[in-house]
């Protein structure tokens, strides 16, 4: 184990990642598995085919009280329509429009449950510190793990062991007693497959991940082979695909922002960046955030430039991979407008070679969400 | 009989009956790679300055260089590895050589480790 991973923080299945011959990456302080023997495209794969079992628990897990109010000048949500034990996909916006991190939140009988990415975890904390002072009150939870479970065998898997999760639809959560361990239980993810995100006490997660293990259809899934099943997902990367740089219109997740802030009627909206933010619904941004897509199989990475045929300079890919599903290299990138329409050819500088690359709708994988 | 030699980089050279040298990488390094997804092989015939990159060789999550070990030409690639790069993976002695290399002079194996001490040097990585 080299120096930055034997100092990283170890996550509550660190022993575990070692039992299943894990190669350990540091990542964002912690001992994270990039993967597992089987190796990231298998990984990928089993995961569509069947069910992965991923160690999440190095996410920041907040619990904020506080009112609907408050948090609605926080993030672009219609939190007031946020109904318990539902969750909302959004985004903490800075004042100047960009984005601070992205976020899941869930609505709970008291308060709210918040997951936001592990690098930006002490930021976030301190930006709802900051904008909401003495009107919230945020705690940590230091004490809990996070487990995700994702792939089209995970309902199955899971209901074995707590049949009322059949129960829930997508972006749905519940409190659930699994093998005596109190979980808070969502229906959602980051692959696009039906699947589960668990959060638990520390203690228990171990033997609860060992439990969904033993079940032939669940197989331990690394970092490596998360990161191209949300790519083909189409799903953003915090500090990557979207940044303090980004506004969520730009990114394309202008649907993030509530319908009532937008339009003849709108209600006044106070979350950071709310006027430039709704301004770029009327001048629409001079870049967008777009698939891309190439041929043969060499993949397209983050960094790498987007030309015009004609040889100007219009764009760069913010992530990119080679797609075991799609079968061909997946990328998200930010091109000039006028050029973000699906089809649309462009020139990717690879070193010293020119490649061809095509404009792609997201996802390049269609999401399977269990919606009804 | 031909025996492999390996260099610091991870990379198998193996000496032909017909003067040629043949370049693989190593189980070592196949690992360290992870998937393979794709090898830049280079143009058969052309002329390569040591320390230059040879092939390039991508995986999911990184890309790997092979140095021209010496100045030299390039004889034949494995054409193989355009439709089936896992093979490196696989068969990263066998199926997965990479290039066949011609050495302007001496192509300096016997500089390069042997077996024993290649397995001494990736123990103590």
């Known amino acids: 184990m080299n120096d930055s991973v034997s100092a990283a923080i170890r996550t509550p299945l660190f022993e575990l990642h070692v039992a299943h011959g894990a190669r350990l990456v540091e990542f964002a302080g912690h001992a994270m598995p990039v993967q597992y023997p089987a190796g990231i495209i298998a990984e990928h794969q089993h995961t569509r085919e069947r069910a992965g079992l991923f160690d999440v628990s190095h996410m920041g897990q907040f619990r904020l009280r506080t009112s609907d109010e408050a948090l609605a000048a926080l993030v672009p949500a219609d939190i007031a329509k946020l109904a318990e034990y539902r969750q909302v996909y959004s985004v903490l916006t800075r004042a100047d ?52 479970l ?99 219109v730009e990114a394309g997740l202008g649907w993030l922002v509530a319908r009532k802030y937008r ?7 106070r979350f950071p960046g709310a006027a430039r933010i709704l301004q770029q619904f009327e001048t629409a941004p001079a870049r967008l955030r777009v698939g891309l897509r190439a041929e043969g199989r060499q993949p397209l990475r983050g960094g790498t430039e987007l030309f015009t045929g004609d040889g100007d300079k219009v764009g760069k890919i913010t992530s990119g991979t080679f797609g075991p599903t799609a079968g061909h290299p997946v990328a998200m990138a930010y091109v000039d407008r006028r050029l973000a329409d699906p089809g649309t050819k462009l020139i990717a500088r690879v070193r010293n070679r020119m490649l061809d690359a095509e404009v792609s709708a997201l996802p390049f994988v269609p999401h399977r969400y269990k919606r009804n | 009989m031909s025996m492999l030699r390996y260099t610091t980089e991870h990379e198998w050279l193996r000496a032909e009956d017909d003067g040629g040298i043949t370049v693989g990488i190593s189980d070592y390094a196949q690992e360290q790679l992870g998937d393979i997804v794709f090898v830049e092989l280079p143009e058969p015939g052309s002329r390569i300055e040591k320390g230059t990159n040879v092939v390039i060789i991508e995986s999911v999550k ?41 050495a302007d002079g001496d192509p300096g194996l016997d500089a390069c480790m042997d077996e024993a001490a290649y397995a001494a040097f990736i123990a103590d990585l």
């Open chain 1, 263 to 269: 339009g003849a009627n709108a209600v006044r909206a």
């Open chain 2, 62 to 102: 990184t890309v790997g260089e092979v140095a021209m070990p010496f100045d030299g030409k390039v004889v034949a690639v494995n054409e193989r590895l355009v439709d089936e790069p896992e093979i490196v993976n696989a068969e990263p002695f066998a199926g997965g050589w990479l290039v066949q290399l011609e």
């Open chain 1, 97 to 148: 429009g960009g984005i601070l991190d992205d976020v899941m939140i869930t609505r709970l009988t008291e308060g709210f449950a918040i997951v936001v990415n592990a690098a930006f975890a002490a930021d976030c904390r301190d930006h709802i510190v900051r904008e909401l002072g003495g009107e919230a009150e945020l705690s940590v939870g230091d004490d809990l793990a996070l487990l995700a």
């Open chain 1, 150 to 248: 994702q792939g089209p065998r995970s309902a199955a898997v899971l209901e074995t062991l707590c049949p009322p999760v059949a129960a829930l639809r997508f972006m749905q959560a519940g409190r659930f007693t699994i093998d005596g361990a109190d979980c808070l239980v969502s229906r959602s993810g980051y692959t696009g497959e039906d699947g589960f995100e668990i959060s638990l006490p520390a203690g228990a997660a171990c033997a609860l991940a060992e439990r969904l293990l033993a079940s032939p259809d669940v197989a331990p899934i690394g970092l490596g082979a998360r990161d191209s099943l949300r790519l083909e997902a189409g799903l953003c990367l915090s500090g990557t695909d979207i940044g303090p740089e980004v506004s969520p």
